[in-house]
């Protein structure tokens, strides 16, 4: 049986937007991370609130 669980898309000013799947916010992260366009010097930001939780996973991009 799979685990997965659906992660939504934050922005800064808390708007919901795009939902990816993992069974961990990591691997959601590196499919948001696909995305982005941010670099090394400067990495995007990704705000990840999984369904159902209050929970936001914060992670740098690049």
Sequence with gaps: ??????????DEEGN?????TG?????AALKAANRGS?????PDIIRLR???TKKVHVFKAW
């Design 1 to 10: 049986m799979s685990n997965t669980r659906n992660f939504v898309l934050r």
């Design 23 to 27: 069974k961990q916010p990591r691997q």
């Design 16 to 20: 919901e937007h795009g939902v990816f």
């Design 50 to 52: 999984e369904r159902g």
């Design 38 to 42: 941010g670099t090394k010097s400067k």
